[in-house]
Structures are given as C-alpha cells and as structure tokens.
C-alpha cells in the first residue's frame, strides 16, 4: 500500500491581509518538492475574521485560484480552509484542490458560537471524505475536533485531517481531543494549527502534530515553519485487522 508525503504549514497570518498570506505562503513552499499533500490552516487568507462581508469575496476568488495553482505546480493536494461566498452566503469552507481536479469543499458545520462565528456565517450540513492516491482522507475544521459523533469514522477513512485556528489558552484541550479522535477512529490524525497573536490580540501557539492510530503523537511545537512526514498505510491496516474495535460502533444518524 502506497504511503504518503504530508507537508504542513504552521505558521503567524496576517490579519484580514489576503495578498500578504498568499505571498507568505507562497514564499514558505516556494522549494518544498515531492509531497503529495499540503496542509494549510484555518482561514488561512485572513485569520479568524468575522468580516465576511467585507473579505470573502476576494478571498474566494483569489484563495481558490492560489489553492488550484499551487496544487498544479506542486502536483500535489492542497488542504485548508477560507472565507467562502456562495450565493449571497457566507461559510467558512475547507477546500480540497488537486492536480487536474475541480476543487471539493466541505462547509464547516460547527460554527465558533463563543467567538459568534454562527453569526456572520452559514453552517454546513455534511461531510467530506476524498479518495486520493488510495487513502481515504476527511478533513475537518477546528471546532468540529470538540465533537466526537461528527467525526466518528463510519466510512473507513484512513486519516482524520484538522485544520485550526485553536488559541493557546485551549491548547490542553487541543493536544488531548486530537489524541482521542485518532484513538476511538483508529485512523492517523494530522493537526495543523496556526501560530501568533490574531487581530483580536488571541494568541495561537502552534502545536500542530501527527497522532498515530494508539495515540501516539508527535507534537510540532511552535516553530514557523513547514513540517514534512511520510505516513504508511500499511501498517494501519494490519493494526485494524489485529484490534478491530471499528466492527463494534455504534450506528446513529446525524441531524
């Protein structure tokens, strides 16, 4: 079974600034080579940003075209998520871009409420699981990691993708959910994070990280940089025929 090459940036944003992220981005993997995906933070255009009105426009048709660009010239995935305008409404939405492909989203269904994010924008309804190069991956979005029945794995994906804007006073929470998420899903978990203070002055301290199918999690502390690891599915296969606890879930709908 083929194993892949993840590469994920975890890096500061700047605030509501889409041409400065896009060219710090652009500048970050400018030499990055021989990865199959790449993971991007959370709104990784404009931070955190309750302006949707005023940014998501842009951010949609620049973000998407950057996104489609770099995923041709690097052949490879691109993860992450951005203000969205569909139809007169506003998500926050990750996209799925790959060589030769038209882009697959998924609308982010738990909307931020503390930080009134279920306010200015629209909530999503379902998931997404994407087949790429033989894995099974599905990508979700920040708050989403708080809530166990929407991310149970009910369809066999092999990695369990997060990306973040989580600040640093939950930064307890975030390391000891990513684990649970990767140990009650047998599935590898990837977290990307954001690092920095945000124009709200909230501080995000990084620690992105790939959790293993046990639990077992190497952390990426809160350097500005790319990471790279190369994943085997292989191995996870064998431990799900060895321990399957997957045959034993529970069936439920989700409303």
Known sequence: MQALNFSVVQTHLFWEDIDANLLHLSDMLGDIQDTDVIILPEMFTTGFSMQPEKFAAV????????????????????IGSLMFEKEGLYYNALVFASAGNVPQFYFKRHLFSPGEESRHYTKGTERLTVEYKGWRIC?????????????????????????????????YAW???LKARAIENQAYVIACNRIGEDGNRVKHAGNSAIINYMGEAIGFGSDDKVYRFNLDKSSLGEYRIQFPVLDDRDDFLIK
């Open 139 to 171: 990508p979700l979005i920040c708050y989403d990691l708080r809530f166990p029945v929407f991310s149970r794995n009910t369809d066999a994906y092999d990695v369990l993708i997060y990306v973040a804007n989580w600040p640093e006073k939950r930064d």
């Open 175 to 177: 390391q000891q959910l």
């Open 59 to 78: 951010s949609t048709e620049k973000g998407l075209a950057w996104m489609q660009h770099l995923a041709e010239q690097k052949e490879a995935a691109v």
